[in-house]
């Protein structure tokens, strides 16, 4: 079965970098885009960014382009999101997640989730 598994969270004050990395296993990862989402207590899960399967194509909501970085290594089956210049406003869950469409930002187009790793940005 398929699973992706977050990793890297934690505090960091604000103006720190984090890099979260998510690890796929039981899908053919080269053929699905990935994608960043998070989600605070209360509110629905957001788009944060996305890469296309052979990583030669990104696209990034408005409130972290030119902070953070999405990239993938296909020969890992790994994609990381590298966060730069954090503000306590990035405090989320985060989520990675998997789709066979060729780049989406829409939650509910994306088939495969993983369970979520935690940062907190403290100001």
């Known amino acids: 079965q398929v699973q992706l598994v977050e990793s890297g969270g934690g505090l960091v004050q604000a103006g720190g970098s984090l890099r979260l990395s998510c690890a796929a296993s039981?899908?053919?990862?080269?053929?699905?885009?990935m994608a960043w989402f998070r989600q605070v207590p209360g509110k629905e899960r957001e788009f944060v960014a996305t890469i296309r399967g052979r990583g030669d194509n990104t696209y990034y909501d408005a409130s972290v382009k030119g902070r953070f970085t999405i990239s993938r290594d296909n020969a890992k089956n790994t994609v990381y999101l590298q966060m730069n210049s954090l503000r306590p406003e990035d405090t989320a869950v985060y989520y990675c997640a998997a789709t066979a469409r060729l780049i989406a930002t829409w939650e509910k187009e994306y088939n495969y989730w993983g369970q979520g790793t935690q940062v907190t940005v403290s100001s």
């Open positions: 039981g899908l053919t990862f080269s053929n699905y885009a």
